[in-house]
């Protein structure tokens, strides 16, 4: 059975720092892995997707890294901002037909300005 | 872009009662809808794949009979908490995955989520 999980549970950093949340899976089967942002209360946007066979995407100030045979991945925000408060959420689809994503425990991010 | 609407955003609500929420692909249509809850500061948890014209597919240990799931249309899913009772309060969120180039590539729009609070 697949597990996620995110470390830090939390984290508090001043803005304009570095910095980076940690995904990792049990299954080293996946389809492709995907970060999230959930602001309280509310839906779910998509920042970045990262194939199987990728290992990097970047999207402004983000980027994420997948390390597949380790079952891990990254997100690095550069410069952070207090817009960027909110939880982070790393989700994998397994391989084939189905779309089923599994989420992590996810990261709760606060940056203070 | 595509948009998934879910509605209602939040409901309040007697124990033993029963609540419905819908979920719709504004302008796309999506033949499987997904059905996740979210209990507080934990992560979204599958409940059931929703399918257009079939029965639904439920995840290990969610009872069906709990929650009802039609998927009547290809753009509208609904998620029925039937005798729902205090341990059913959490967020309940919907998603839909685009169909063609965008299904292999695992694009899902979520909806923003209903917030259900049984008393």
């Known amino acids: 059975k697949q597990e996620v999980t995110q470390i830090p549970a939390a984290l508090s950093v001043p803005e304009g720092e570095n910095l980076v949340l940690n995904c990792s899976f049990t299954?080293?089967?996946?389809?492709?892995l995907q970060w999230f942002r959930q602001d309280p209360g509310k839906g779910l946007t998509s920042l970045l997707l990262?194939?199987?066979?990728?290992r990097e995407q970047t999207s402004g100030r983000l980027n994420a890294s997948l390390d597949k045979s380790s079952g891990r991945s990254t997100l690095y925000i550069a410069a952070s901002q207090p817009g960027d408060s909110a939880t982070y959420l790393c989700?994998?689809?397994?391989?084939?037909?189905?779309?089923?994503?599994?989420f992590g425990t996810g990261t709760l991010l606060a940056v203070q300005p | 872009g595509a948009v998934v609407s879910q509605h209602p955003s939040r409901v309040i609500c007697k124990s033993g009662t029963s609540v419905k929420i819908e979920c719709r692909s504004l302008?796309?249509?999506?033949?499987?809808m997904f059905w996740y809850r979210q209990f507080p500061k934990q992560s979204l948890m599958l409940m059931a794949t929703s399918n257009e014209g079939s029965k639904a597919t439920y995840e290990q240990g969610v009872e069906k009979d709990k929650f009802l799931i039609n998927h009547a249309s290809l753009t509208l899913s609904t998620l029925t908490v039937t005798s729902a009772h205090p341990e059913d309060s959490s967020f309940y969120i919907c998603s839909a995955p685009l169909a063609g180039a965008a299904l292999a590539k695992n694009i899902q729009y979520f909806g923003a989520g209903t917030r259900l609070s049984v008393l």
């Open positions: 299954d080293s089967a996946i389809y492709n």
């Open positions: 989700a994998v689809r397994h391989g084939g037909a189905t779309n089923k994503l599994i």
């Open positions: 990262i194939q199987s066979s990728q």
């Open positions: 302008d796309f249509q999506a033949t499987t």
